[in-house]
């Protein structure tokens, strides 16, 4: 097993006071801005895109390649939005990169916009993480009152707490005012994206990644992770896991090393089923514990690498209670711009609803399939497709369970109480704080 961890982004968390601007320079912040502003634009846009660094979003887009789409400048803005909006079940990365040191996205920030001509940046942050919010207004200025940002102005915007505003093309409307639903494309944002400017928009950890490849080159980085999937990247571990958290390693680490450092399933239990990147991406299986956790990797098991959200469930977890609660969370983040997603989550949660309660019918399982076939690849965003996927992964390796459905409850098929970390009175499983309401 490999013992390497690479810590980059979350090198200075156990720092004292790791968020502060004082922190972060002791530990070299900074000299990668230093060092990009000796470089022309132009040179920066090629070292990333020669560092083979894609974006951490979840797609991964080479981040290089989309930066070098604008169009040449024109005189007028050019926007960098970050992409904070961090909602998708599982996924609980770029929080903490923000809380634990904000200045590395800062310092990312700045060398991006000085890549690609912009003067006005924006981090458009998750609404519910208010002390994130604080955390992120309060570096932003210390580093303005250290002459740092050199004019750059940055705001952070803090949405209302909507999946859907995490879609770029959402992200941008809710951003000018707008109620936050997906715009067609074309045009991309690089064309025509904030007030119809051209504009990068790009997640938390890949802007965060900049500062690295700065100093390390992108020789190091390359270094990193698989041929087509460079670099390091934040694996986060929860569920049935002893030691959950971030691990931050190569791309192509494997399930089963991840769970060595995390000390393995817990006590007495053995994996059942994990999504490799939240909870949009097609569910994963014990056979699956050595594909590498790349790009090419988890594409050619099934699934998508996404946002390295690693939900673990050991076997007294309900496949139909999992999704179904996913289920919820999509249909009730559904914009309900178009018909597939907006009528056809409502379907799938009515159903899954029946198939957890042991009320369902084989009817039902035929209407899953048909209403899951008939959302993916037709609806107008990302989002249909992710709530598509759940039920359709989870009919092809767990059908049994589905058809259980028909007339068992989940719950006693699979008591909540087998599958809870804690319990009223008792002290949690993984060692945790007794919970005494
Ligand atoms: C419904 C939906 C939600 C999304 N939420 C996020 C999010 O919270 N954060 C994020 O970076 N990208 C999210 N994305 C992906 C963005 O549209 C976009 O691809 C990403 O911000 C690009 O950044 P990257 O190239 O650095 O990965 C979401 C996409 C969809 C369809
Ligand atoms: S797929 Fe869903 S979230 Fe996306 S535009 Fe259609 S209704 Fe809205």
Redesign the pocket.
């Known amino acids: 097993m490999t013992d390497t961890l690479t810590p980059v982004l979350s090198d200075i968390w156990d720092a004292d006071r790791s968020w502060t601007l004082a922190t972060y320079r002791e530990h070299g912040g900074y000299r990668a801005l230093a060092r990009a502003r000796e470089l022309a634009p132009a040179d920066l846009v090629e070292l990333v895109k020669a560092s083979g660094l894609r ?5 991964g ?1 080479p ?1 290089g390649l ?1 930066w070098s789409f604008l169009p040449p400048p024109d005189g007028g803005p050019r926007y960098l939005v970050v ?1 904070a ?4 079940p599982g996924t609980c990365k770029d929080v903490p990169v923000m809380l634990a040191n904000p200045h590395v996205l800062i310092e990312g920030v700045a060398i991006t916009s000085a890549a690609i001509g912009c003067e006005h940046a924006f981090i458009y942050l998750r609404g519910e993480v208010v002390h994130v919010y604080r955390r992120l207004l309060a570096a932003v200025r210390e580093a303005e009152e250290a002459g740092l940002l050199q004019g750059l102005r940055i705001t952070v915007h803090a949405g209302a707490g909507a ?2 505003c ?3 093309t959402a992200l941008l409307d809710s951003l000018e005012g707008r109620r936050g639903q997906p715009r067609l494309k074309p045009p991309f944002p690089a064309v025509a994206g904030l007030y119809a400017r051209p504009t990068v ?4 950890e ?1 802007i965060a990644s900049v500062p690295g490849i700065v100093l390390g080159g992108a020789e190091w980085f390359t270094g990193l992770g698989t041929p087509k999937s460079a670099g390091h990247g934040l694996f986060s571990l929860s569920g049935h896991v002893r030691r959950p958290g971030q691990y931050e390693a190569p791309l192509g680490i494997t399930l089963r090393e991840l769970l060595e450092l995390a000390g393995g399933i817990r006590e007495g239990h053995r994996l059942k089923f994990w999504t490799p990147g939240g909870s949009s991406t097609p569910i994963l299986t014990d056979a699956h514990l050595d594909i590498p956790l790349d790009y090419e990797g988890v594409a050619g098991a099934g699934s998508m690498l996404g946002t390295r959200a690693l939900q673990i469930f050991d076997e007294t977890v309900s496949v139909v209670r999992a999704v179904s609660r996913w289920i919820d969370f999509y249909k009730h983040e559904s914009c309900g711009k178009c018909t597939p997603c907006r009528e056809g989550t409502y379907w799938l949660q009515q159903v899954m609803h029946r198939l957890e309660e042991g009320r369902g019918t084989p009817e039902d399982i035929r209407t899953l399939e048909d209403v899951a076939g008939n959302i993916l690849g037709r609806s107008f ?3 249909g497709d ?1 709530a598509a996927t759940p039920v359709q992964s989870g009919l092809e390796h767990f059908r049994e369970e589905f058809e259980a459905g028909c007339h068992t409850p989940a719950r006693d098929l699979f008591p909540y109480e087998a599958s809870a970390l804690a319990t009223a009175g008792t002290a949690s499983a993984r060692g945790g704080r007794e919970v005494t309401a």
């Open positions: 974006g951490r979003g979840g797609a887009f981040t989309k992409n909006d961090e909602s998708e999946y859907i995490g879609e770029e928009v790009n997640n938390v890949s965003c990302a989002l992710a």
